[in-house]
Nanobody, 119 residues
Framework: QVQLVESGGDLVQPGGSLRLSCVASGITFKLYTMGWYRQAPGKLRELVASISRDGISNYADSVKGRFTISRDDATNTVSLQMNRLMPEDTAVYYC?????????????WGQGTRVTVSS
């Protein structure tokens, strides 16, 4: 059974920091590209950051320089360090694991963790 379990969401003031974590089980974690997505009320889910199995990271323009994604293959964990948070970062954040196969793509999602940035 595949599980991706996020944690770390909270209410934080503008300018503050949070660290989100996602622990995966039931997959060969080191083979997956891991990502963080977010969905704000009334908006589509969007990619925030991703990190390939080779450790190459990619960020949405809106978070570059503020967020850092990292992975630990020893503990099957992907993390998102979020600094200088802004109200527009308010959303439910989802962990995703994706692996491309010759004829298919396997993609798994966590249940989400809520981040609220407000004074």
């Amino acid at each position: 059974q595949v599980q991706l379990v996020e944690s770390g969401g909270d209410l934080v003031q503008p300018g503050g920091s949070l660290r989100l974590s996602c622990v995966a089980s039931g997959i060969t974690f080191k083979l997956y590209t891991m990502g963080w997505y977010r969905q704000a009320p009334g908006k589509l889910r969007e990619l925030v950051a991703s990190i390939s199995r080779d450790g190459i990271s990619n960020y949405a323009d809106s978070v570059k320089g503020r967020f850092t994604i990292s992975r630990d293959d020893a503990t099957n964990t992907v993390s998102l360090q979020m600094n200088r948070l802004m109200p527009e970062d308010t959303a439910v954040y989802y962990c995703n694991g994706e692996m491309a196969l010759p004829l298919d793509t396997r993609s798994w999602w966590g249940q989400g963790t809520r981040v609220t940035v407000s004074s």
